[in-house]
Each structure stands twice: as C-alpha cells, then as structure tokens.
C-alpha cells in the first residue's frame, strides 16, 4: 500500500537567515544608525587630537630667548601650554622669609647636586606666589647654608628673570629622609611654605638666571624644538580611530551572534521534530 504525499506547501522547506538578512532587519539597522553616531563622534575626536599632534603654529626658533612679563606667558593655576616651556620670562615680587628649601637630585650640567628654592610673592593685586629655584650647590650642607643664609636676608621687592618650566610632579620621598623632597614640584613646595591661607599660586616654576646666596647658577638651555609633533596627541588620535572601529565591529559581532543562535534554535527545533515524528514524511508503507 503507497501512502498518500502530504501537499508541497503544507510543509515548506525552511532555510536558515542569511547573515546579511538578519543585519537588514529593522532592529539591527537601528543599532547600525546608534553605532554610525558614535563612530562620528569618536572620528571627530580623533581629528581633533591629530590636528594638535600636527600643530603648524609652532614658536619660531629662538622666540623662548625673548623675555617677556610672565602673566603674557602663563596665567596662576593654569598649566604651562607645550610650546611655551623653557620661555624666558621676568617677575617682580618678594621672597617670603624661612621658605627657602632644597630640592634634592638636581643636575646642573654633568654634576648632580641640589637646588635652593625660594616661594617669590608676587605683586598681583591677589596674593600670589611663584616656586623659583635660586641656584645650585654640590653638597647638601652648602645648599642648607644657602637657604638658612637666604631666609635672614632682607625680602626687599625685586625683579627676576629666568626660564619658566613645568612642575614635575610630586615624588614619593626616600624611607631614610621623609621631609626630603625629590622633584621640583610647586604642590610639594606648597605644602611646606608658610602663610599661603587664600594664595594663588602658579603652577610652572621659575629657574633664575643669576644665583643667590652664593649658590652656582643653574645651567639653564634653550627648549629644542620638537618640530611640532605631538607624540601624546597622536596617540590619542589613534585611539579614538580605534574606538570608532570597535563601534562598527561591535554591531556585526552582535548580529553575527544573532544569526547562529536563531541557527541554533531552528536546529533544535528540526531534531526535536524529527524525534516526535512530527513533521514532513516522504516514503511508501508496505
């Protein structure tokens, strides 16, 4: 006996989304718009950091010699901009008494030795200071001298001249020595100068061109220039391309999942089928 077919539409073959019709599907050509917008805006920061990277209105050669008043420079508070470390400037103020102190690991040329560093109130019309280091010694018995010698001297008002450079930052002091201070840093000076209750303070510090104290003057030479080229920012431009990037392979990765679980499940769904004998049957019975 020939069993009767079952009409070729009753069962219709089913076959698996393509990858390419699951990405064109409402849902993920939404997500595809979300991911075009934040590429967008990565691309644009990433133009934005390249455009600082490549910087053409670089200082012209030797402008860093020409002094200049030190708030046409830098204002307190505000970080030192690139181009401008190393800018030889002038500032007229006081030193306060009894905030000389030294600064240890300093190079003056070839010789490794310290710095006397002094808190210069400026003549603002707000309190403000400035951190300048004075001049250098070879032992640390001479640059403590110098500063004991400097903090009895008269604080009258004065003018000074010198190249101004970025703070470098607080270090953590040697186990044997907890109050030495190891890096030129106006925060770590700060906390050690005296009547400084609502003192701006400017952030870069200055290197005086002529000593004091009987101190060496510190060899201070020109910036090199760098040719414009901001390797930081380059980076920077690099990574946002990269996050823009990941935007796009984000959504394919998602669709891409999408696809091989509702694969998955019409395969479950065949095997659970096929297990009931449910579904398309073709053959004769005998």
């Known amino acids: ?8 539409d009753e069962y219709p073959e089913v076959f698996p989304p393509t990858l ?19 590429a967008g805006v990565f691309a644009w920061l990433g133009q934005w950091q390249l455009g600082r990277a490549l910087a053409t209105d670089t200082t012209p050669p030797g402008s860093s010699e020409t002094v200049k008043p030190i708030d046409q420079v830098v204002k307190p508070g ?7 470390v190393g800018q030889m400037v002038e500032v007229t103020g006081r030193f306060v008494a009894d905030d000389f102190l030294v600064v240890q690991n300093r190079m003056n040329g070839d010789a490794k030795g310290y710095w006397v560093t002094g ?41 000074l001249t010198g190249r101004l450079i970025s703070d470098e930052g607080a270090k953590v002091p040697p186990h044997d020595d907890p109050m030495a201070i190891t890096s030129m840093s106006t925060a770590a000076l700060l906390s050690r100068w005296h ?10 510090f200055l290197v005086d061109s002529t000593s004091q104290g009987g101190l060496d003057t510190i060899v201070s030479r020109p910036p090199q220039d ?19 990037g990941f935007a796009f392979y984000l959504w394919y990765r998602l669709a891409k999942d999408a696809q091989e679980k509702e694969i998955e499940e019409m395969e479950d769904a065949a095997a659970a089928a096929s297990g ?7 053959g004769t019975l005998d």
């Open 119 to 159: 808190q210069l109130r400026v003549d603002t019309t707000a309190p403000t200071s400035l951190a300048v280091a004075v001049g250098w010694a070879a032992t640390k018995q001479q640059a403590q001298d110098a500063a004991s010698t400097l903090s009895q001297q008269d604080t009258a008002t004065m003018t």
């Open 78 to 84: 505000d970080y030192l901009n690139a181009p401008l």
């Open 1 to 8: 006996m020939t069993a009767p077919h079952a009409p070729a």
């Open 20 to 38: 390419r019709e699951v990405m064109l599907r409402p849902r993920w050509l939404g997500l595809l718009a979300v991911c075009l917008i934040v």
């Open 195 to 204: 009547d400084i209750q609502g003192l701006d303070v400017y952030r870069p």
């Open 226 to 244: 760098t040719g414009g080229l901001n390797w930081l920012n380059l980076f920077y431009a690099a990574e946002w391309a990269v996050f823009a």
């Open 276 to 282: 009931s004998g449910e579904g398309p049957r073709a």
